[in-house]
């Protein structure tokens, strides 16, 4: 049943399974130890099993009141969201050893949901409204299968989306937010999804501010609006940056000087991205993860290129970046962040054909990075050749003065490794701490 037949007919391989069974819960139970009892209105128990790889699935099995497989199992597909999630397969009289012969067996289908997976349409089961009344997180699946799948929402059903926002507004921002991170992270192209959101009057419900961004023009370098830049960068990007491509430049509208400059928006976006997520109810390290590589995100690396001029070789040499600079960098970022920061500012560029940048940018950066990465260094305060203790032992109280002594004991190690040596490091502390 569910989104496994509707995978068979696709021709995909189905990542869950859908089971309806004239056992009762109680005898489910039995049946797999694995399992638990999730739904108590409507009769549904999740069970655990392994594939013959290995791997575990989850089973998700409902039951009907009787066991007249036809007459029961059409009030059971009623209940279900799209009509192509509402086709089932009869195994009662099936041998299936689970190779591909699955595709050859007759699907049952009552309401059309082969018709329209060839029609590439997202339908509602029965009346549209009723459904999206019934589960407001519908409203949210539906733009992300349309997304996921480049499937187009059948009007009747996205005019019962619109009108359902208020129960869609009910829904946990939990929920919200698995939806949204599917979507994501399943299309090839989230940009379909989001817009449907935002026309259907979802996407006020938890990211407003992307809203803003839409007719704020950018002058220099950029081709489409705020709005449009950013759902194309998330497009063009990594799995594992895409949440940040999609709110790398939120700040801009609220930053726009209005002649194609948005001074201090990556700052500003690492605040807003910082209450969006929290909002949204990500996990503290996503938060922080994501945040700081939109605070990030605007570095420049100056280098040479052919056919400069004087003046610009001579600019560049004026801003190139020291060893230091290249330390500061890794330290800011965080070496486990860089290769996420690069896939971010190629992303961002991919989406612009305007844009100025150059790919050489990264790869030079790249090797600088290495070459610096090679000396023994101190990145962080704990890298330090002196303690804590250290500290305390030459007469420095513990407390708020001795970590900001440590904090500038290691911005003079990122300026010069040499200095990161016990002796001269406790040299400098006195000086820091006038002992």
């Not at 700081?292 to 995100?297: E, M, Q, S």
């Not at 070459?371 to 704990?382: G, H, P, T």
């Given at each position: 049943m569910g989104g496994a037949v509707r995978d068979v007919v696709m021709g995909l391989d189905p990542h869950d399974y859908d089971l309806a069974t004239d056992a009762l819960p109680d005898e489910m139970l039995n049946i797999f130890p694995k399992s638990v009892s999730v739904g108590a209105k409507f009769g549904t128990v999740m069970a655990l099993i392994q594939d013959s790889h290995g791997e575990t699935m989850e089973v998700e099995v409902r039951w009907p009141t009787n066991v007249e497989f036809v007459k029961e199992i059409d009030k059971d597909l009623g209940r279900r969201d799209f009509t192509f999630n509402a086709m089932a397969i009869d195994l009662t009289n099936m041998e299936w050893d689970g190779g591909d012969d699955l595709k050859e067996v007759e699907i049952y289908d009552p309401f059309g949901g082969v018709k329209d997976i060839e029609l590439k349409k997202i339908r509602a089961v029965g009346t549209p409204l009723e459904r999206f009344k019934e589960d407001g997180v519908r409203a949210f699946k539906a733009c992300r299968l349309a997304s996921q799948l480049n499937f187009e929402i059948d009007e009747e059903t996205f005019k019962a989306i619109s009108e359902c926002v208020p129960v869609a507004a009910q829904v946990s921002m939990e929920r919200i937010r698995d939806e949204f991170m599917k979507m994501l992270l399943r299309s090839s192209k989230p940009s379909v999804g989001i817009d449907l959101m935002r026309k259907a009057g979802l996407l006020q419900l938890f990211m407003p501010e992307l809203l803003e961004g839409i007719g704020v023009e950018q002058k220099m370098f950029h081709s489409d609006d705020v709005y449009w830049h950013s759902l194309r960068t998330c497009d063009s990007a990594h799995d594992s940056v895409k949440l940040a491509a999609l709110l790398h430049d939120i700040a801009k509208p609220r930053t726009d000087m209005g002649n194609g400059h948005f001074y201090g928006h990556d700052a500003m976006g690492a605040q807003m991205v910082e209450e969006i997520l929290r909002r949204m109810k990500f996990p503290q390290a996503e938060v922080k993860r994501v945040v700081?590589?939109?605070?990030?995100?605007m570095f420049y690396y100056p280098h040479m290129e052919?056919?400069?001029?004087?003046?610009?070789?001579?600019?560049?040499?004026?801003?190139?970046?020291?060893?230091?600079?290249?330390?500061?960098?890794?330290?800011?970022?965080?070496?486990?962040?860089?290769?996420?920061?690069?896939k971010l500012r190629l992303a961002d560029a991919q989406s612009n054909p305007m844009t100025a940048f150059k790919p050489e940018e990264i790869t030079l950066l790249q090797k600088r990075i290495s070459?610096?990465?090679?000396?023994?260094?101190?990145?962080?305060?704990?890298?330090?050749?002196?303690?804590?203790?250290?500290l305390v032992g030459i007469g420095i109280e513990r407390g708020p003065q001795l970590g900001k002594i440590l904090k500038e004991l290691l911005d003079m190690v990122l300026e010069d490794p040499m200095v990161n040596t016990k002796d001269k490091l406790i040299e400098n502390a006195k000086k820091l701490a006038n002992i």
């Open positions: 700081l590589l939109i605070k990030n995100h052919d056919g400069m001029t004087e003046e610009e070789k001579q600019n560049i040499e004026l801003h190139e970046w020291t060893d230091s600079a290249v330390r500061r960098f890794i330290q800011r970022v965080g070496i486990e962040n860089i290769d996420d920061l690069f070459a610096v990465l090679q000396e023994d260094m101190a990145l962080k305060v704990s890298d330090l050749k002196i303690s804590g203790e250290d």
